[in-house]
Structure formats: structure tokens, C-alpha cells
């Protein structure tokens, strides 16, 4: 696999983004994650957004971190925010999430953040799963879904 640094709205990254809107709106019966995201919000050094290729070039996978500070929807100073991890069914328990999620934290560490924070739903245990296994903790709900039932915020202090 060969993951590469992309722009948030690089085709590759829209269509991954159309696939895990779809996959939340099959978990959730909504219309999909809400959340405002924005290209410049994955812009070095206050962002970045990888997507994961295979050897035939297809992209596969996807991650993303965003810089936050204090503000009114709960954040602290010197978060970054882990927005669309993603990896197309075919690939899943290859260990590309892992991977990504890595490298994210690694890049967030290196610009100067120092907790690392993401919303995710009850319906996504394999998430859940995910980032309890690579030391992310419960923390207090911060985001668009801070006040719905079924989000989970988790941290890890980088």
C-alpha cells in the first residue's frame, strides 16, 4: 500500500468521502455525518488528509486531522481532530487504519498538537475498538454530536 498526502478535496478523496457518507447513512439511518468540514482545515501545517492506495492504484482508505482550539463546541487548546478514517470493505483487517492513524498522530505531534481527538458513533464498534486498542480513552463530548446519545469521544495526549 502506498499512502500519500492529498488535498481534502482531491477526487480520490470526494469519492472515499461519498463511500463512508453512504456507510453512515446504512449505520445510522440518517443523512450522514453533518459535520462542516472544509479543504483548508487539512492543510499543512494546521492539517493533513492521507489516502491509502493499492497496488493497482485504487484509492482504499482515507484519514484526516484538523487543528482545533478552545471553542464553543467543546475542544481545548492544542487539539487535532481525526475526521474521515476510512477503508473501503474489501481492504478492511489489513491494518491500514492502524497505519494511517499512526501517521496522523505522528504529523499532529510533530505541528505542535497535543491530544488527539475524535468523535465516532455506537454504531461503529470496529472504531471503538480501533482506538481503545491503540490508546485513545473516553473523554468529554466535544463536536457537532456532542449532544447526541449515541457519540463516543475518545483522546490520546500525543
Known sequence: MNIRTVPFDHPDAVKLNDEVQEEYRRRYGDGGDATVLHPDDFRPPNGLFLIAYDEQDRPVATGG??????????????????????????????????????????DARAAGRTRMVLETGDQQPEAVALYGSSGYDRCGKFGYYRFHENSICMAKQL
Open 65 to 106: 486531522w484538523r487543528a482545533q482550539d478552545e471553542n464553543d463546541e467543546g475542544n481545548q487548546d492544542g487539539d487535532a481532530e481525526l475526521k474521515r478514517m476510512f477503508v473501503i470493505e474489501q481492504c478492511r483487517g489489513l491494518g491500514l487504519a492502524r497505519r494511517i492513524l499512526a501517521l496522523l498522530e505522528e
